[in-house]
């Protein structure tokens, strides 16, 4: 069974159409995040959230909208696509938000190719 | 200054060899720091933690912590073909900022059979 499950693995997709990512956790974590990885590998948090409800937005722009259901899925919604959106994008969770031990386990990630 | 800093590489050792890979950070407060593996096209993937000074060992891993320098370091010992990946140091913040995790920019490894 996969912890932290996103999909889809892969997407495509021409500049300024509208695409969501989804991720489920099996793990009963209370913390979600979701970042993303540039194509010089650096790995950057974008969202955070916990219990459905959102603590951290990183300065991502407004086209970018997560939505939590429920603590067991964290989704991101992204409109009017760009070519610098281009990159991995990573599901991940902890069983809460904060603590020394608070460990991150990650998903598979989702790349996306805006051409 | 960037908030956590390694070396980019690439790092190339022998097998058999330990491979020293470092990491610095800015923030003085910083609470709990975290090694991650990343294979190419793959997710990442803990390798340790660590949240006191001193060293911290886990098979052919240690960990080792100085938080007076703001260092933090990882060894790997008796390298194998297999630990060849990109290995990321992580920063978590001392109010765990939102539970943030700052990555640095990844140390590449690469052992040589």
């Known amino acids: 069974d996969t912890a932290v499950s996103q999909t889809p693995k892969y997407l495509v997709t021409q500049m300024g159409n509208d695409k969501s990512i989804k991720c489920e956790q099996n793990?009963?974590?209370?913390?979600m995040y979701w970042y993303k990885q540039d194509s010089k590998k650096f790995l950057k948090i974008m969202f955070s959230y916990n219990n459905k409800e959102l603590i951290i937005n990183e300065t991502v722009p407004n086209r970018f909208s997560p939505k939590s259901p429920d603590k067991a899925h964290l989704n991101l919604h992204i409109n009017s696509l760009e070519l610098g959106d281009s990159a991995v994008y990573f599901c991940?969770?902890?069983?809460?938000?904060?603590?020394?031990?608070?460990?991150?386990?990650f998903g598979a990630g989702t790349r996306l190719s805006v051409l | 200054q960037k908030e956590v800093e390694q070396n980019s590489g690439p790092l190339s050792v022998p097998e058999g060899a330990i491979a020293s890979l470092n990491c610095t950070y800015s923030d003085r407060g910083s609470q709990s720091f975290f090694w991650y593996r990343q294979y190419s096209g793959k997710s990442p993937e803990l390798i340790m933690f660590?949240?006191?000074?001193g060293d911290k060992e886990d098979g052919r891993f240690t960990a080792q912590l100085n938080k007076a320098s703001q260092y933090v370091s990882l060894l790997i010992r008796d390298s194998q073909p297999s630990d060849s990946a990109t290995y990321l140091c992580a920063v978590n913040g001392w109010n765990n900022q939102g539970g943030k995790l700052i990555f640095g920019q990844g140390t590449e490894l690469s052992v040589k059979p």
């Open positions: 991940a969770s902890s069983p809460k938000l904060a603590g020394a031990k608070n460990i991150q386990y």
């Open positions: 793990l009963g974590h209370d913390t």
């Open positions: 660590i949240y006191s000074n």
